[in-house]
C-alpha cells in the first residue's frame, strides 16, 4: 500500500506564492514520475507539472516560467514552488507518483485559493 501525503496549499495574494509538498510512503520499489494535476471548479483537470526520476520536466503552458517542480528521489517526495500566483491558479492541486507498471497513486488533493 502507498500513500501520498500532501501539505503547502492556503490563501494567497495575487503576486503571492506558495510551496506545495508531497511525499509517497510505503512499500513501492520505484518511482518514475511525480507531478501534479489541478481542478478548479467548473473547468476540466489540467496537467499542472511533472517530472522524472532523471529530473526531466515537463509544464503546462499556464504555468510555465512562474512554476517549478523538483524532487527529492531519496525520500520520494516532489515539491512545486508556485510564484506569481494569479486568480486563475485558484484550484484543488493533486499529486500523484507512477510506480512499477505504470500504476499511479494520488494524494487527497490540497486547496488553493488565491484572492485579495
Known amino acids: 500500500q502507498v500513500q501520498m501525503a500532501e501539505s503547502g496549499g492556503g490563501l494567497v495574494q495575487p503576486g503571492g506564492s506558495l510551496r506545495l509538498s508531497c511525499a509517497a510512503s510505503?512499500?513501492?520499489?520505484?518511482?518514475?514520475?511525480m507531478g501534479w494535476y489541478r481542478q478548479a471548479p467548473g473547468k476540466q483537470r489540467e496537467s499542472v507539472a511533472y517530472?522524472?526520476?532523471?529530473?526531466?520536466?515537463n509544464y503546462g503552458d499556464s504555468v510555465k516560467g512562474r512554476f517549478t517542480i523538483s524532487r527529492d528521489n531519496g525520500k520520494n517526495t516532489v515539491f512545486l514552488q508556485m510564484n506569481s500566483l494569479k486568480a486563475e491558479d485558484t484550484a484543488v492541486y493533486s499529486c500523484?507518483?507512477?510506480?512499477?507498471?505504470?500504476?499511479?497513486?494520488w494524494g487527497q488533493g490540497t486547496q488553493v485559493t488565491v484572492s485579495s
Open positions: 500523484y507518483a507512477v510506480g512499477p507498471y505504470g500504476v499511479a497513486y
Open positions: 517530472i522524472f526520476s532523471s529530473g526531466r520536466t
Open positions: 510505503g512499500t513501492i520499489s520505484s518511482i518514475d514520475r
